[in-house]
């Protein structure tokens, strides 16, 4: 009798057990605060499905996924409509990830999911930092009357880590209040670019550090397919440089990339956009485990 294998569908050459592996990448599949447009629930199952339409072998860092050492953990059974619940879930993964010596990286979902992640990492490491590349400020103290939002998640961030320590780039939207606030010493907040990220790097070192990725950073124009698109964003390239110069100046214990919306994009690319951004994380944390493929 033939014996069938399992089904088991992963992220393009993330197929290694996680007792093997340094990077556990799993799914946040929750968008019940999002205030636009929803969709990012979708993302990880997307990009799983996608991501074998995409080389492992990177030619910006002669780096080939094949030889990464990334578990794929799956998706989280995350409760809609029960916001706590679901961030109590997060929380628990990637504290356990991080507990047990590995590098946790969350693919939202909205950007609320980020918070219990990065709660997590601030209690294994008390000295985090935070550097985070977004569209909007997300430092709002409540939207619509609750203070569990993707609106508030930086700021609820701020609660537990408090002043100097919240690094945020490419900003280009939030209330004048949240800008005022921000500028007022509470977040160091570069607008619209990454102007300054190499400053914020070596402010950091030392520190332990979370990566933190709203991917409507990018302009609408090469990322449609996200819930609150805003004009004026960075290109792919731009990005794509400001991660790898994050994740190779910085001690990144946890990261993250939030807020792709597949159903928002049918054409699939802002889906293929995130998951080449997705592949060049993987190969920047793993640099120094990998050979140049070419040898």
Request: aromatic fraction near 10%.
């Amino acid at each position: 009798m033939k014996m069938w294998n399992r089904n088991i569908e992963t992220f393009l050459g993330c197929d290694g057990t996680y007792e093997e592996s340094h990077i556990v990448i799993f799914g946040a599949p929750f968008d019940s605060t999002t205030s636009y447009r929803p969709g990012t629930r979708f993302a990880a199952r997307t990009m799983r499905a996608e991501s074998y339409g995409l080389e492992t072998y990177s030619p910006y860092q002669d780096l080939d996924l094949e030889e990464a050492r990334a578990f794929d953990g799956g998706d989280l059974e995350l409760p809609f409509g029960d916001t706590a619940r679901a961030l109590d879930m997060i929380h628990t993964f990637a504290r356990n990830v991080l507990a047990d010596g590995r590098l946790p990286l969350l693919i939202g979902g909205e950007h609320l999911v980020s918070l219990p992640a990065i709660r997590a990492a601030a209690e294994k490491y008390p000295d985090l930092a935070v550097i985070h590349f977004d569209a909007h400020t997300d430092l709002r103290d409540e939207y619509l009357g609750n203070h569990l939002s993707h609106a508030t998640v930086i700021r609820r961030v701020w609660d537990f880590l408090g002043d100097g320590r919240i690094h945020q780039f490419g900003i280009r939207s939030g209330e004048r209040a949240e800008w005022a606030w921000a500028r007022a010493g509470h977040t160091n907040i570069h607008p619209f670019t990454f102007s300054g990220l190499s400053e914020a790097i070596a402010a950091v070192k030392g520190h332990p550090v979370y990566l933190t990725i709203d991917l409507d950073v990018l302009d609408p124009s090469a990322f449609p397919g996200t819930g609150t698109p805003e004009a004026g964003g960075v290109m792919f390239i731009e990005l794509m440089k400001a991660t790898l110069s994050v994740i190779r100046g910085c001690n990144i214990v946890a990261c993250d990339m939030v807020e792709l919306s597949p159903p928002l994009d049918p054409s699939g690319t802002s889906t293929a956009t995130a998951l080449k951004l997705l592949r060049e994380m993987i190969l920047g944390l793993e640099a120094d485990f990998i050979r140049p493929a070419h040898v």
